[in-house]
């Protein structure tokens, strides 16, 4: 970061703005994934997150292969 100004010898305004306009643009873009995905991430199907690690867990298995975490019954 620091490095990053010293090598640019800009008015601050032209630096500062450079920066934050690549940030604006990645935010942009973001929020287009962030739309697409339609709100929180989900398992594919026949798995589901762990509980306790959020690790890919196959339906019927009743633990973690990760951590070992006793799974919640099926359809809570
Ligand atoms: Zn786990």
Known sequence: MGVVFILVPLPLTLAWSLPL???GGIMCVASLFM???AG??????GFRFCVFCSTLVPDGSARCPQC????PPEGA
């Open 35 to 37: 739309a697409e995905g």
């Open 21 to 23: 306009l690549a940030g």
């Open 40 to 45: 929180p991430v989900r398992p594919p199907e």
């Open 68 to 71: 070992n975490g006793l799974q």
